[in-house]
């Protein structure tokens, strides 16, 4: 009995992407699975469209992606949004002061040292959630603390 998992990442897919390596590097993924089959897990970490648009194209592929691996359970399935799957701020100014007001004030989120709760930033993924996490995993997305290390050399 075989008792190794087999599991692929895949990132940034940004699935509005019309050009002609972006159309030619999904085709390629697409076969290189069919070659590396079976898949036990797929884990996608972000950027799942692009710019905040083309989130159907997303889950066409997404679902392409899982019936190449022959992945029919949600559960076998781990996405997290990445920078381009949040909701877009047209204007340029708002969305600095957001970026600012994070890294600047990012301790009053801190759940400890190492982990910084993703709570209040939920609504920035609505989009992710209702059009790509519901329609491939069945559930409401759930944000996930990150968590930091600061590793200090020893002399």
């Known amino acids: 009995m075989n008792t190794n998992l087999r599991w692929i ?6 699935s509005a992407k019309k050009d002609y390596m972006s159309g ?5 993924l697409i076969r290189q699975i069919e070659k590396i089959k079976p898949i036990d ?7 799942c469209v692009d710019r905040g648009s083309g989130w159907d ?5 997404i679902r392409e992606i899982m019936e190449t691996c022959d992945i ?3 559960d076998r399935i781990f996405i997290c949004p990445g920078n381009h799957d949040i909701e877009r701020v047209n204007n340029i100014e708002e969305r600095k002061n957001k970026i600012f007001e994070f890294r600047n004030e990012k301790d009053k989120f801190l759940i400890n040292e190492h982990s910084i709760n993703m709570l209040p930033w939920k609504d920035a993924y609505s989009n992710f959630e209702d059009k790509i996490y ?3 995993k069945g559930v ?6 990150v968590c930091y290390l600061t590793c200090k050399t020893q002399k």
Do not use: C, L, Q, W
């Open 140 to 145: 409401s997305y759930e944000p996930f603390n």
């Open 57 to 61: 194209e997303a889950v066409k592929f």
């Open 72 to 74: 029919d359970n949600p």
């Open 134 to 136: 519901k329609p491939i």
């Open 9 to 14: 990442v895949i990132s940034d897919i940004h």
């Open 24 to 28: 030619e590097s999904r085709k390629s």
């Open 41 to 47: 897990f797929i884990i996608i970490t972000g950027d």
